[in-house]
């Protein structure tokens, strides 16, 4: 028995910028926002959430960041 199966050619990602093009965030449409965070996202400090899925922060830049 032979199997015939249609060669699909898998594209690499070797930036992050080509890898930001295909972030799909839809899912997050369909989450609540902790309605006690702060809305300037200075949401860092460990706490326990009550409401919602997830608590909205600004993002922390990396000193050496490595695409691996």
Do not use: W
Not at 2 to 21: A, G, Q, Y
Not at 25 to 38: E, H, K, R, V
Not at 44 to 52: K, L, M, N
């Amino acid at each position: 028995m032979t199997h015939h199966s249609k060669s699909t050619k898998k594209s690499c990602v070797n930036t992050f910028d080509e890898f930001l093009k295909l972030v799909d965030y839809s899912f997050m449409d369909n989450l609540n926002a902790d309605p006690s965070a702060n809305s300037d996202g200075d949401n860092h400090q460990a706490r326990q959430v009550f409401s919602g899925h997830f608590v909205p922060v600004s993002p922390s830049p990396l000193k050496e960041p490595e695409y691996i």
